[in-house]
């Protein structure tokens, strides 16, 4: 424990002490939000992001020690574990730094040198490394080596460089040399193949040439792509002749003899067919961990801005899933997000019933008082939002809002859709999706894989593993930053709750439906398998909204119950440290409780800008350059944002159309479902459908 602290201490900016602190906790089983939540005190406020760095820090320290301790043990047994071998592998601070450690002790089969090795060469490679002798003395010494395998003296050479190019490609400082050069200075070389499309996605890349030091990761992941779909050639390259000279200027020293340009070709033949080859791989695999980390990381950043979309509440809502041929799908909410009623109309080609349509619509608003419309904004999205806007020129005041369908489909199929509405058809589950984004968006999109949400850049391009494990990281923190109304909420939801889950959150849906809803916290001690860590892990992000008890509303700890009720009795609280050591709290906690008592049953979505709602629609037959438009941004990458105005395809806005300043992402500006009240239409092409916009001056 005592090594694993230290290492953590070099790598993170906390002490001993709250690395102690944090490690004991998650020892005990504690998650990351009840940690960053409710034992500030331990860790000195270490908030979630925080927190989950230093868990990848820590499962990283905690491997390269179990690795440092795995090879001492194979050299040990194989009895060449010396104090030069134990200090470079104490030593190695990263994974790549004690592997290149080990690699000259690593047992080899079937390599050149190993069979040269075998065939007794090793002797002669031992006498070309030293250089000692003249080109014709060494030829001479290579002599006595002709036997078995090694037919002449050119084989028993040869035999001899390639021990010698292996042992030069495995010298931790000559990899360790060339891995930063090849970071630094190397280029990325993009070629078109023999199945490379003119007009293809990558026409850009058919000559593309690159450094490896600035290569944006949307860009690297979009080459690579390419190379997959056989479609790009990609390699690194660096300037190798101006490294040969280096290498011999620092290899080849003046005393030597002449077999040493013997030995220079060996040392060239381990740089081409070795060494390069071995690092180009591993600055592939760094390149795409940080192209992978940088397209996650917008990932995760559109996923919290898009789940912390303030929901619309006090309104019944109509959920439109547009169609041509098999109609649009309609769906009616209640307030809570509850199924009422579904239609299906046919208001766009190829029937075009406007007056039916209008009727049903009709029918719908005055049945159930519907005060808003949310319509999907897939196929035929444009022609239905046309519909709604001329109901509303014909007096029926029903604002629409257009919603990302993306992933309804998904959702509508799925175990969870068909346990939620069994008795109803996929197409209206969808409608039901799309109504339900407006009325609670993380309710709703948390039941629908976070890669079919249409969000992010190449998301089925980076490590799955790690999307998966960053994507669950994400959903767990925004949902306990909100709180979960236990009563009301889906097994999807309750799923992220911390020290919940999958199975337990159908035991708490299951044992609701069968014991009627929660009137306190503590009654969740009695469904199957909630025992008392999950429930102290838990309890504190679940809400009840009209319980028992007023702290069950609110964020406070249970275990901080008697705490918050004995506050009754101070009629000040500003000396939160004099009341904190007189009730026996930490500080910190006693802030939190505060601060949960002033807004109890507050939500933080509700401070930020509500979803847009509007009545009329953008023609783009009627825009011209310069036209002012608003519209929400539906997505985000590197290199600029999609923006709904309206249209059928989103406009895009670059990156350098957003602020008259430099920026470096644009998330430094913008944000996923941010309403743009005021955006210029810079460019259009009406057969493709595509509008530029910029923001420059209108911020």
């Avoid at 046919?346 to 419309?373: A, F, W």
């Avoid at 494990?469 to 979960?484: I, Y």
Wanted: charged share 30%; with cysteine.
């Amino acid at each position: 424990m005592q090594q694993l602290t230290a290492l953590l201490a070099q790598k993170t900016t906390l002490n001993e002490k709250q690395i102690k602190n944090i490690l004991i906790l998650l020892d005990k089983g504690d998650t990351i939000p009840f940690i960053a939540r409710y034992r500030k005190e331990l860790t000195s406020g270490a908030d979630d992001e925080q927190l989950r760095l230093f868990h990848d820090v820590y499962l990283s320290a905690k491997r390269l020690l179990e690795r440092k301790e795995e090879i001492a043990k194979i050299l040990k047994e194989r009895a060449v574990f010396d104090t030069k071998i134990q200090s470079s592998i104490q030593n190695a601070e990263t994974m790549t730094a004690l592997e290149d450690a080990y690699r000259p002790y690593k047992e080899k089969k079937n390599t050149r040198a190993s069979t040269a090795i075998k065939q007794g060469l090793a002797p002669l490679a031992n006498m070309l490394h030293s250089a000692k002798l003249s080109k014709e003395a060494f030829m001479a010494e290579a002599k006595r080596f002709v036997r078995g395998d090694v037919k002449d003296v050119t084989l028993a050479i040869k035999g001899a460089q390639d021990i010698v190019a292996e042992r030069y490609a495995d010298v931790s400082k000559e990899r360790a040399v060339l891995r930063d050069s090849l970071q630094k200075h190397g280029m990325l070389e993009v070629k078109g193949t023999k199945t490379f499309q003119e007009t293809g996605s990558y026409k850009n890349y058919k000559k593309h040439s690159e450094k490896i030091a600035t290569i944006p990761s949307h860009r690297y992941l979009a080459i690579k792509r390419g190379e997959k779909e056989k479609e790009l050639s990609v390699k690194l390259t660096i300037d190798s002749d101006r490294y040969l000279d280096t290498l011999k200027r620092y290899k080849l020293k003046e005393w030597m003899g002449t077999s040493k340009s013997i030995l220079f070709d060996a040392y060239k033949d381990g740089f081409k067919r070795l060494l390069f080859p071995s690092i180009e791989r591993e600055v592939f695999a760094l390149l795409k961990e940080r192209a992978d980390t940088a397209a996650i990381g917008v990932f995760g950043k559109n996923l919290t801005q898009l789940f912390m979309t303030p929901p619309v509440v006090g309104k019944v809502l109509l959920g439109a899933d547009p169609a041509y041929r098999t109609g649009c799908k309609l769906a009616v909410i209640d307030e809570n997000g509850r199924y009422l009623d579904h239609a299906v109309i046919y208001p766009v080609p190829p029937r075009d019933e406007y007056e039916k349509s209008r009727d049903v619509v009709k029918r719908l608003v005055k049945k159930y008082n519907i005060q808003g419309v949310a319509i999907g904004n897939g196929t035929a999205s444009n022609e239905t939002q046309a519909f709604f806007a001329r109901l509303n020129s014909d007096g029926l005041s029903l604002p629409y809002t257009v919603v990302s369908e993306a992933g309804a489909s998904v959702y509508s199929a799925s175990s969870v859709a068909a346990q939620e509405y069994p008795d109803l058809d996929v197409t209206i589950r969808g409608a039901i999706s799309i109504a339900q984004r407006v009325r609670d968006p993380m309710a709703a999109l948390v039941k629908i894989d976070p890669k079919s949400l249409g969000i992010g850049q190449y998301q089925h391009d980076v490590d799955q593993k790690h999307l998966e494990k960053k994507l669950h990281e994400g959903v767990e923190n925004l949902v306990n930053s909100v709180g979960v109304d236990v009563n009301s909420a889906s097994a999807s939801l309750l799923s992220f709750v911390a020290g919940v889950g999958p199975k337990v959150a159908g035991n708490i849906v299951k044992h609701r439906e069968e014991a009627g809803v929660f009137r306190s916290k503590s009654a969740l001690l009695k469904v199957k398998g909630l025992g008392a860590k999950a429930y102290e892990q838990a309890a504190g992000f679940l809400r009840i909204r009209e319980g028992k008890s007023l702290f069950d509303n609110t964020g406070i700890h249970p275990e901080s119950y008697t705490v918050a009720k004995a506050l009754e009795k101070f009629d000040d609280v500003s000396d939160t440290k004099r009341i904190a050591s007189e009730l026996g709290v930490g500080e910190l906690t006693l802030k939190d409780i505060l601060k949960e008592l002033a807004k109890p049953g507050f939500d933080p979505r509700h401070e930020l800008p509500g979803i847009p709602f509007k009545d009329e629609l953008t023609d783009i037959s009627l825009l011209r350059e310069g036209s002012i438009v608003s519209g929400v941004v539906r997505n985000i990458a590197d290199f600029g944002a999609f923006v709904d105005i309206g249209l059928k395809n989103d406009g895009l806005i670059h990156i350098s159309q957003m602020s008259e300043k430099r920026i470096a992402h644009p998330l430094e500006v913008l944000s996923v479902n941010q309403y743009l009240p005021r955006i210029e239409v810079i460019k259009i092409e009406v057969v493709k459908n595509r509008v530029a916009l910029s923001l420059k001056g209108h911020r």
